[in-house]
DNA sequence: TATAATTGTTAGATCAATCTAACAAATATA
DNA sequence: TATATTTGTTAGATTGATCTAACAATTATA
């Protein structure tokens, strides 16, 4: 069974990998906030439990269990901050800090009873899809509002990032999931995009902004 | 703060004080599962950092910033348990090994939560009190059923302990906190009590189980 | 009280997870 | 292509938590 640090490991693998479910060592080693030597010496050691496939110099790839095991770990974290959100009272914002400890109880019923009170749910607070119990994951497909254009009428799914600053911005302008905004414009200077929804006529994205925004095109 | 290990230490050394706050190191480590040499230099870095009172060849005893610590994560166990059994079905014969794990959980909004959701219960599912937010423990008055007398009408109040399989032979007999038990004979050679409470006319019980249970004398 | 049993301590090793310093390989750039 | 930059590796140290083996102090018992 893998440690709190190794499964700290295997999320950052499963969340940092490219395309073709490579990572670099630095990015591994920037996104845990440990030294390279460490990241490489740890990932050495996932080597020989079997969680990733590695050679000197070459990008890690998470083996098939090793993938299994995070999207598990994913599970468990996605589904507290849907516990903590609908059954508890958390507001978006200030679920991350609570499941990134919660994510690492080893307890089945635990997470079992909860996706049974919340319905079974597929996604997350911000969007993010939850992995089955076997560890599979849905594509979503959504685009980045940043990649829409003036007239569009779309609804926002979900965010590519869910810190707490960038959540209390969304909350300010009361931007919340399934929300439908219309494009009113677009500035070709600084790529920011001036849109309307419920309550609000009139709101300026920054492009930093949009980017961070997925989207379902309506019309 | 202190780690996970450390509070673990902080919780046994709370829960195997005499009445002199006093506990030895082969208790404590055997308590813990671990070897008495490990117990001692754990013992010597809780002093340092302040937690212990401690002298070679003399019992350890708690500081009163140690006291308050355990007394704080056992409120996580206590207060965990009960929403364990009241907000997500689980019996109390499940919740030990889970709560073992949150209660080292860092995030007072999430144990607020619980406090608030439940009430602000003053004991946990097995009869135990659940320490304040400042730490202060309330002492419950209860006596053991085996040192009642037959003909005395009794109510179950707490148990002295909650291993599963005390708790799965409670089930099997309906004794559950709160149950009014009449003490109908005791068993002079063995020590053995035959009482009778609702639906159960008649049930024997061992002077082993006896001692566990802890009851308020009614009449 | 002398001896045996229990309890506690010291010394030294191990393992996981981390670090810094120094160096080597791969990649980008002039 | 030669050189500089970035990325990755090795070596060696550190810290927390654990162990076993050996020994010492305290307590119980014959």
Redesign the interface.
Known sequence: MASTTEENYLKALFNLANPEGEVNISDLAQSLGVSMPTANSMVKSLQKSGWVIYEKYKPVTLTKQGKKTAALVIRKHRLTEMF?VKK???GWE?VH??AE??EH???P??FD??DE?LGYPTIDPHGSPIPDDQGRVQTLSHVSLASCLTGQVVQLTALTNSSADFLEFLNNRELTLGKELKILSQEAYDHSMTVSYAGHPQETLSEKVCEKLLVRVIS
Chains 1, 2 share one sequence.
């Open positions: 903590l508890m009272g958390f200030e800090e609570v400890q919660i109880i080893h307890a019923k635990f009873r909860m009170m």
